[in-house]
């Protein structure tokens, strides 16, 4: 079946420094990646749609400047949260759309701990 | 706007016994897709099962089947024969309809907490 991997599993990181996380489809070709966010024990929350070589779409009241997405090839997505602050600290999901077709394919998710 | 609402936050069943959990949904599209998926306390997002607004029989997969109603735009999703590794989060989601560059992009409802007991 499809995979998407995420990386890292889980991150640290001190408050004002920037995160890098990446979403990759290993066997097959994403033009669409999404990226939630989830709180404990809550949704998920659609941050933003990633189409590869465009900009992506972000929801409203995402900051687009903060949650930094970059969709360069077909089988890599990647958000940067930069200047993190510990209210950024939270489970990143990202999600990929393959061409054919119903399923959506789910990361195994990456936890940021920002303290 | 699309929303989807489940209205259990928890969820309780004996073991080898069947379970429903509810969804509801409000859309204007005429094409959308219903999904559920699992969650357990891993974080990982697990499919189950998937309905499309113009299938006209109930989706199944093993335990799982989703009894669809478009007209009470409800899509609740039915485990039979509950086991232990069956608690965890479970989610109702809907998918925008074909067409424009966020097809695929889902939303989700609140959430259930099922809880199985031996």
């Known amino acids: 079946g499809a995979v998407v991997s995420q990386h890292p599993s889980w991150v640290i990181c001190k408050s004002g420094t920037s995160v890098k996380i990446e979403c990759r489809s290993l066997d097959f070709q994403a033009t669409t990646m999404f990226w939630y966010r989830q709180f404990p024990k809550q949704s998920l929350m659609l941050m933003a749609t990633?189409?590869?070589?465009?900009?992506?779409?972000?929801e409203q009241g995402v900051e687009k400047d903060k949650f930094l997405i970059n969709h360069a090839s077909l089988t890599l997505s990647t958000l940067t949260v930069t200047s993190a602050h510990p209210e950024d600290s939270s489970f990143y999901i990202c999600?990929?759309?393959?061409?054919?077709?119903?399923?959506?394919?789910f990361g195994p998710g990456t936890r940021l701990t920002v303290t | 706007a699309q929303k989807i609402t489940q209205t259990q936050p928890g969820m309780f069943v004996q073991e080898k016994e069947a379970v429903t959990l509810d969804c509801t949904y409000d859309?204007?599209?005429?094409?959308?897709?219903l999904f559920w998926y699992k969650q357990p306390s891993s974080g990982e997002m697990i499919f189950l099962i998937y309905q499309g607004s113009y299938d006209e029989q109930n989706a199944t997969e093993g335990r799982y089947s989703l009894n669809f109603q478009k007209a009470r735009k409800s899509a609740n999703l039915v485990i039979s024969a509950s086991q232990l590794g069956d608690s965890a989060m479970y989610f109702c989601?809907?998918?925008?309809?074909?067409?424009?560059?966020?097809?695929?992009?889902?939303?989700f409802g609140q959430g259930t907490i099922l809880t199985v007991h031996p």
């Open positions: 990633s189409n590869e070589g465009s900009k992506a779409t972000y």
């Open positions: 989601a809907m998918r925008e309809g074909p067409g424009g560059t966020s097809y695929g992009k889902l939303t």
């Open positions: 859309t204007s599209d005429q094409s959308y897709g």
């Open positions: 999600s990929a759309r393959a061409q054919w077709g119903n399923e959506q394919y």
